[in-house]
Nanobody, 126 residues
Framework: QVQLVESGGGSVQAGGSLRLSCGASGRSFSTFDMGWFRQGPGREREFVAW????????YYDDSVKGRFTISRDNAKKTLYLEMNRLKPEDTAAYYC???????????????????WGQGTQVTVSS
């Protein structure tokens, strides 16, 4: 069992930055693939970014590539999402997720992640 708690959301103007954190407790954090997803108003939950257990590999949705950075500190059991050059379309509730993905699994699919946080709201005004 893994418990995840996000923090760091808030309201910023377009062009600003925020850093989200996701603290984990429970089973060994470093064994889990970790992802960030978001759900904007009237939209389906969508993939944002992924990082593997040892933090050797990352992957981003094209909409955030070059602006967002996913990272993790396994010693602190914490996942991060550094968000720069924020746009109004980035407005959403952001969720961190943990899972053990198998070879061939798509990191973009939310059903591959077993544990989810409660979400943190990010609002970007123009």
């Amino acid at each position: 069992q893994v418990q995840l708690v996000e923090s760091g959301g808030g309201s910023v103007q377009a062009g600003g930055s925020l850093r989200l954190s996701c603290g984990a407790s429970g089973r060994s954090f470093s064994t889990f693939d970790m992802g960030w997803f978001r759900q904007g108003p009237g939209r389906e939950r969508e993939f944002v970014a992924w990082i593997n257990g040892p933090a050797r590999f990352t992957y981003y949705d094209d909409s955030v590539k070059g602006r967002f950075t996913i990272s993790r500190d396994n010693a602190k059991k914490t996942l991060y999402l550094e968000m720069n050059r924020l746009k109004p379309e980035d407005t959403a509730a952001y969720y961190c997720a943990a899972g053990i993905l198998r070879e061939g699994d798509s990191v973009r699919h939310s059903d591959k992640y077993s544990y989810w946080g409660q979400g943190t709201q990010v609002t970007v005004s123009s």
